[in-house]
């Protein structure tokens, strides 16, 4: 495997590469980032991987100077699945003056779900994605179902912007009791990593009343709310949605999408 830190580099390692699927981290990499390098044999001649934790997708207050930053053990997870080229920039490579444009996604896609609780997130999102872009020229680029809002945005910058990148989605990869596989679980402590999957089981229960014929979309949303509360849960949101828009579905519409995002105590999920 062939580490880069220049964007210079990188292109150089790229002109005879053939087609190019791209997967984009933040490292800390896990099974489910794994999957996702694995899945993108299937779409390019070279897959390079990128590791960059991005500063202008964390709000003030936010976890980025102490978000798990594990190189070592990446780089032998990536050259163990058979990745050709890792780009690992500095934040100098990456923004070498202040980053003064930037990708501004629809309120109604980005100011929603996890936007609502994250102001700008999208933005940052959407601006560093649409750079790595420009910088690896990908012809297929790959991203996992468990950040479905920012799967979706990215998907509709890349059809609104007519860019020629076939944007793929990656399963989530769940440990064995059904918790998603993420850099931040290694935030929780015993008891709570205990606790953490009582979020799938509850979206399991709305899946299967939905497919059971259940479009009262709106109670199954408060009664999974009012369960996860009575255990001690905080939940932002548990949102039945259209996967395409996630705007409110109609009754009869079968192209959904469960999604939710909880707080118990001081442990963080998202399904």
Known sequence: MQIHDT??????????????????????????????????????????ATIFVNRLQFRPGEDFEKYPRTFEADCDKLAAAG?????????????????????EPPPEQADILDGA??????????????????????????????????LMVIRNMARDFSLPIEIV???????????ALSSRNGYLTPAERAEAPRLWRTLTKVVEAIRAGSRDFAGLERQASAEMAAHGWF???????????LQLPPAHDSGLVVLAAAKDRQCNARC
């Open 7 to 48: 964007i210079a580099g990188l292109r150089a390692a790229l002109k005879s590469a053939g087609r190019v699927a791209l997967v984009p981290t933040m490292g800390n990499l896990h099974a489910g980032h794994i999957a996702l390098m694995t899945q993108a044999r299937n779409h390019g001649d070279a897959v390079v």
């Open 83 to 103: 990745v050709d080229h890792l780009f690992a920039p500095a934040e100098a490579e990456m923004y070498p003056q202040p980053q003064t444009y930037h990708v």
């Open 117 to 150: 609780f994250r102001p700008g997130h999208f933005r940052g999102v959407a601006t560093v994605v649409m750079k790595l872009f420009q910088i690896a020229q990908p012809d297929a680029a790959l991203f996992g179902k468990k950040d479905f809002q920012q």
């Open 169 to 179: 989605a990656g399963e989530t990869v769940r440990a064995a009791d059904g918790l």
């Open 235 to 245: 939940p932002a949101y548990i949102a039945v949605r259209d996967k395409f828009n």
